[in-house]
């Protein structure tokens, strides 16, 4: 089978993103079950405070991942969002990103991120501890996992510009 050849990162400025969150600190094969926890939850949330979503879903993974991963399943706000049970606020900072759209399966994410992750080194840049993948299409059962699109992205270390 062929190396997946993903397109060339992006450093784009990132505004403050404000997301309901279930975060938990889970091992890699325990990802899938966290999710179908957690956007039940969330939505719930949501809907019971009569807030929309203000742009699709996404998985935020806090410092480095070691045997588990400091994983927020997200969904973003327009405004901070107030704790409803075990859904909580969380506010991404504006900055830096180095970010990498990937259409497929998602499982070449892993493969994606690891040439993401070699991208910001050989550019010099260090992350921060903060990246996210957002999914800008919603699976449908049964359906083709090539229609897949997923933005990656990575908050670089001291590159913000606070003037």
Known sequence: MAATVFPAPEIREVGEQHLAVV?????????PGLYDRAYPLIFGALAAAGIAPSAPPMGVTHGEPGDRLDLSVAVPVAEPFAASGEVVGETIPAGRAATL???????????????????????????????????LTEPQPGGDPALNETQLAVMLDGDRDDS
Request: charged share 15%; aromatic share 16%.
């Open 23 to 31: 975060r938990d600190q889970v091992a890699f094969p325990d990802i």
């Open 101 to 135: 759209l990937v259409r497929g399966d998602y499982a070449q994410l892993g493969a994606a991120y690891e040439h993401l992750y070699t991208w910001i080194g050989t550019q010099g840049l260090a992350p921060s501890g903060i990246a996210w993948e957002q999914y």
